[in-house]
């Protein structure tokens, strides 16, 4: 078993280079099913997450050649399957993608229902919606969820809730659908950008990805032969800002879009952390105690909820009551149970949680409970007296390039530890 070992109380200090946004790849790579020929996607991050979608790809008939640990060739002129590996799909939350593209190009498509997770149930009752509106038939049995159309048709779609899934998978399953497809309060999350952006350079004709009205244009066919870039990842980017806060340093974030980051730099402002954004650039730094705030998690261009276990890591150690208000997931909060062993004082009910101010952290063994969890116990480590042991960093593999390296470089003591069972 692996572990993490950090030996905290190190302000971080340096450069740190951002990778490609992982919720990006997650739908840009089975998006690419919709191209009748070859495409090169280049500045995917190198997690396990693109690797395994990757890997189901093949299975459909892709043909994926990995020119850089962060650039791939897919050549999918010969689809020879729309049934997705159902067990493996049935784990990957982001395999809900492949009902949209496999739908757009096949006209039909099966693929495991990703189940819930520990961030509580995660319905797709839009996304089932929306191939509906478009004239297919959907069935949910098993444990798989099968759908098929004769014809896809463009219609106006109404979501119900905000949902970053189904907004993307919508449009793929539009892309190549008869008319138009009108996208009604869409999410606006910058990977929703993205994928629309990787499917016009294909050949796709999106407009509107950003607001919250999306308007699709059905084309004959999505030739490809395009190399597109991966937009940085806008919480990583955060989770590093965050991090230089926590253990009162002085970092600079690199290839990053900062306008992404508006609304995290403005809480960090708001704390007493300090800013300065320069192109793609972002000096982050603190030289207090900072102060306490009060958040809610919303949609973009709101605070993300995938930044919100790591502000509860400096929330923890500043001086106040802070409260946060998870407005996305019902079981975000499983992180402040590992906190608490750290020496944090959180009071979390149901979807909020109250931090009284401590004025240190301790080290002490934790657990990743998920991905966002497993990088704000990181980022407690750093911050913390003494010793920190961190399992569970499977979930921290998934979302993450190099994390312990990237931190490393900005001065953390941080080592991968192989643990016998
Ligand atoms: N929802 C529904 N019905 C649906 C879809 C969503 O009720 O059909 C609800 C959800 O239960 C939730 C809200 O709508 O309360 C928003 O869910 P959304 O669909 O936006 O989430 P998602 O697409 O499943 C993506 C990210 C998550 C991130 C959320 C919110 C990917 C692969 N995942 O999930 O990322 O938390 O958007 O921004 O893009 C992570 O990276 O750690 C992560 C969990």
């Not at 039909?108 to 797709?124: D, F, H, K, M, S």
């Not at 350079?201 to 308007?215: E, L, S």
């Not at 407005?327 to 149970?337: A, K, L, P, V």
Request: glycine share 10%; charged share 25%; proline share 3%.
């Amino acid at each position: 078993m692996e572990k993490l070992v950090i030996t905290g109380k190190t302000p971080l200090k340096g450069e740190v280079i951002i990778s490609g946004a992982k919720n990006a790849a997650v739908a840009i790579i089975p998006a690419t099913l919709l191209i009748n020929g070859v495409c090169t996607i280049d500045n995917l991050p190198n997690i396990s997450d693109v690797k395994l979608y990757c890997d189901i790809l093949k299975d459909l008939g892709s043909k994926v050649d990995w020119i850089t640990d962060h650039k791939v060739v897919i050549d999918n002129t010969n689809i020879t399957s729309s049934v997705a590996p159902l067990e493996v799909t049935r784990k990957f939350r982001a395999s809900y993608y492949l009902i949209g593209a496999l739908l757009g190009r096949c006209k039909e498509a099966q693929v495991g229902i990703p189940g819930g997770c520990n961030l509580g149930a995660r319905p797709i009752d839009q996304h089932i919606k929306g191939f509906e509106a478009l004239g297919a038939e959907v069935e949910v049995s098993q444990g798989n969820i099968t759908a098929k159309a004769n014809v896809l048709n463009g219609t106006t779609i109404y979501m119900d809730v905000v949902s970053v899934g189904a907004t993307i998978n919508i449009m793929l399953a539009s892309v190549l659908a008869e008319g138009t497809t009108v996208i009604e309060s869409a999410a606006k999350e910058p990977h929703i950008v993205d994928v629309a952006n990787f499917l016009n350079t294909m050949g796709a004709d999106i407009r509107g990805a950003g607001t919250d009205v999306i308007k699709v244009k059905g084309v004959k066919e999505l030739k490809g032969n395009a190399e597109y870039s991966v937009v940085p990842d806008q919480i990583e980017a955060g989770t590093f800002m965050l991090a230089a806060v926590a253990s009162k340093g002085d970092i600079i974030i690199k290839n990053c879009i900062t306008k992404h980051l508006e609304c995290v730099a403005a809480k960090i402002t708001e704390i007493g952390g300090k800013i300065d954004a320069n192109g793609d650039h972002l000096r982050v730094w603190c030289d207090k105690r900072t102060k306490k705030a009060n958040i809610k998690t919303l949609p973009y261009p709101g605070f993300p909820t995938d930044l919100q276990p790591q502000i509860g890591v400096v929330l923890s150690l500043s001086k106040g009551t802070s409260i946060i208000n998870e407005s996305i997931w019902e079981s975000r909060f499983q992180y402040t149970d590992e906190l608490r062993k750290m020496g944090a004082n959180i009071t979390a009910q149901g979807k909020t949680a109250v931090f009284e101010g401590v004025d240190e952290l301790y080290g002490a063994p934790v657990s990743a409970t998920d991905l966002r969890a497993g990088a704000a116990l990181i980022i407690a480590g750093i911050a913390a007296n003494g010793t920190t042991e961190i399992y569970n960093l499977k979930h921290i593999d998934r979302g993450y390039e190099n994390i312990e390296e990237k931190f490393r470089k900005l001065g953390a003591k941080i080592e991968r530890v192989q643990e016998e069972e």
